[in-house]
């Protein structure tokens, strides 16, 4: 995926890299079962969870693609929700029509950013009493998704990333924590006998390439704007690099995409997540 030229070319290259990289078969990847229509891909994951990928959707009947998918998870009982992402840059044409008039529902959009992971290994001064840590523990990874919801508003899918981490030691959570005697506190709070979570993210490398993803970026409001988000970023970065991945693409929310800016992200795209459930 090169990263050289003019800025108009480097994104343009870059975004020709991550469809043909990071769309298709690495979005299966952790999938029970993946079903063929035409060009699309139908992943059936741990949880009840679909996903529907595909590299584009040039020349074809869109809305007929999308009611053959909806078809084929109505066939499935096992699956009670989908996720298709849509991505702006796409030749799509009725699309979004045949989404919402098959039962899907737009969640808010994100940038798709893209960027080396060198420029994210920095060194990034913790606030006292915070200290960030690699888990593994289920108990661990359910406090994590646990904050993550309340975070996001929504669910976090905690037994499919169990099944996950089970099946892919490659994967990995990191959690920032605070609180608990002699940590400092959320500003306006006392300190807490436990320590707390109050920011979180996972690494997912993507096999057969030389990028990882960072996904499911959370921290507590009153805690942003001090640096952890950053921190917890680099712990990331730095762990992608040990283990020879030297690019990082994201789906950021307008929180974390002025941080990976700042350290010379590039957009590519905007993708928005469509729901389905049953």
């Known amino acids: 995926m090169p990263m050289s030229g003019t800025p108009r070319a480097e994104v343009a290259a870059l975004r020709a890299a991550y469809d043909d990289t990071l769309r298709t078969e690495a979005e299966m990847h952790g999938a029970l079962a ?7 891909w139908l992943g059936e994951f741990p949880g009840g969870r679909g996903f529907v990928s595909y590299r584009d959707l040039i020349g074809a009947d869109v809305p007929a693609l999308v009611a053959a998918a909806v078809a084929h998870l109505a066939q499935r ?9 849509s991505r702006a840059h796409d030749d799509a044409p ?6 919402s008039a098959h039962g899907y529902v737009p969640g808010e959009p994100e940038s798709v ?7 994210l290994a920095v060194d990034v001064p913790l606030p006292d009493g915070v200290t960030l840590r690699r888990i ?4 661990d990874v359910r406090r994590m998704c646990a904050m993550q919801e309340e975070v996001f508003g929504a669910p976090a899918h905690v037994e499919e990333l169990l099944s996950s981490l089970a099946e892919d030691p490659s994967i990995e959570c990191w959690v920032a ?3 608990g005697e002699g940590s400092a506190s959320a500003p306006g709070t006392a300190g807490a006998a436990r320590r707390e979570i109050v920011s979180a993210g996972r690494l997912h490398p993507v096999p057969g390439t030389d990028v990882a993803g960072i996904w499911g970026g959370a921290t507590r409001p009153a805690w942003r704007g001090r640096g952890i988000y950053r921190a917890l970023t680099a712990a990331r ?6 283990g020879g991945k030297t690019l990082i693409h994201s789906d950021s929310t307008p929180y974390s995409r002025p941080i990976l800016e700042r350290y010379g992200f590039v957009k590519v795209t905007e993708t928005t997540p469509w729901q389905w459930r049953r």
């Open 237 to 242: 970065a730095r762990s992608a690099l040990r």
């Open 94 to 99: 009725g699309l979004v029509e045949a989404l």
């Open 136 to 139: 593994a523990e289920e108990a």
């Open 77 to 85: 009982p096992e699956i009670l929700e989908a996720e298709w992402k």
């Open 113 to 119: 950013m893209i960027g080396e992971a060198a420029l």
């Open 177 to 179: 924590e605070a609180g």
């Open 34 to 40: 993946v079903t063929r229509i035409g060009p699309l």
